[in-house]
């Protein structure tokens, strides 16, 4: 472990260029989008309430639009994430609800949080790299996580955008194929497993 402190730390300090304009602008349509849905969600149950109250939430999803109970916790009924889905099969409210907070999550965390982040003198986002705090041996970011900027959304890949390059340089993305499996070839001389990764199989 001990040659990679010093790759780590030069990572640390360098940071990381970010476009605060692109999320900025990203900011601002997502509240639209949010404000879309809050307006079909207010529709849907005939009254406005606060979306992020789970208290109002449960009382519109069980009292008045009679959805089945499922999870119960110490100040009501469940209204997390697993249980909107289950709903969702049933009415098309709890399916609207799960993308108002999908958006809400993305602004508040990444496309509000990060810009103020910045380090003022830097111009940079600095991270630290833990290099000994996973369980499984893999490196992990905090303050803030850099590691899990989400990619499976059209949302999240334009959050992704605003990671820029410096002049002149370019972001590569690089990941290990099969490294367990290549260990064990190698390890164990295995020739029939070595074969096939010679062999591109």
Request: aromatic share 4%.
């Given at each position: 472990e001990l040659p990679l402190v010093r790759v780590l730390c030069d990572m640390?300090?360098?940071g990381v260029l970010l476009d605060a304009s692109l999320l900025s602008g990203i900011s601002t349509e997502l509240s639209l989008d949010m404000g879309k849905i809050e307006d079909k969600i207010h529709q849907t149950a005939g009254h406005p309430f606060n979306?992020?109250?789970p208290r109002q939430l449960g009382q519109v999803l069980f009292d008045e639009l009679g959805l089945p109970r499922t999870r119960k916790t110490k100040t009501g009924?469940?209204?997390?994430?697993?249980?909107?889905?289950?709903?969702?099969e049933k009415h098309h409210l709890p399916?609207?609800?799960?993308e108002y907070r999908t958006l809400a999550k993305l602004k508040t965390t990444?496309?509000?949080?990060?810009?103020?982040?910045?380090n003022p003198e830097t111009g940079r986002l600095h991270t630290s790299f833990n290099q000994t705090g996973t369980s499984t041996g893999r490196l992990s970011s905090s303050d803030p996580n850099l590691q899990n900027i989400p990619v499976r959304t059209?949302?999240?890949r334009r959050i992704r955008e605003a990671f820029r390059a410096p002049d002149g340089a370019v972001l590569l993305s690089a990941d290990y194929s099969q490294?367990?499996?290549r260990i064990l070839a190698h390890?164990?001389?295995?020739?029939?497993?070595?074969d096939a990764f010679r062999q591109g199989e």
């Open positions: 640390e300090m360098a979306i992020n109250s009924y469940s209204t997390n994430d697993d249980v909107l889905l289950e709903l969702s399916a609207m609800i799960r990444y496309v509000d949080a990060l810009p103020n982040l910045v059209k949302t999240g490294i367990e499996l390890l164990s001389g295995d020739q029939d497993l070595c």
